[in-house]
């Protein structure tokens, strides 16, 4: 079992940055592949970006490619997601979330086993 804890969210402008941590407890981090989701007041939780369990490989939502970068570091287990050149359409509480790395990268909700509480990211006009 795995816990998540996200942090570094906040309030930016439009075309700023943000960098998102999320941090797993334990010492099998690098067993799991791990994504990142967001969830729009209103909306379905949706798919941003998976990363394989040692970073090799990565998939990108078409909604951020180009302006979003995850990223992992197995000795410090910690995903992250560098987030560039925000729009308002960003604006979520983005969650991470660890699956078994047999299944490599995934994108649907129901194929992610742990999940952190989320952080509010608020990207203003």
């Known amino acids: 079992q795995v816990q998540l804890v996200e942090s570094g969210g906040g309030l930016v402008q439009a075309g700023g940055s943000l960098r998102l941590s999320c941090a797993a407890s334990g010492r099998t981090f690098s067993t799991y592949a791990m994504g990142w989701f967001r969830q729009a007041p209103g909306k379905d939780r949706e798919f941003v970006a998976a990363?394989?369990?040692?970073?090799?490989?990565?998939m990108y939502a078409d909604s951020v490619k180009g302006r979003f970068t995850i990223s992992r570091d197995n000795a410090k287990n910690t995903v992250y997601l560098q987030m560039n050149n925000l729009k308002p359409e960003d604006t979520a509480v983005y969650y991470c979330?660890?699956?078994?790395?047999?299944?490599?990268?995934?994108?649907?909700?129901?194929?992610?086993?742990?999940w952190g509480q989320g952080t509010q990211v608020t990207v203003s006009s």
């Open positions: 979330a660890a699956t078994p790395r047999v299944l490599g990268l995934r994108r649907r909700t129901d194929e992610y086993a742990y």
């Open positions: 990363i394989s369990w040692n970073g090799g490989s990565t």
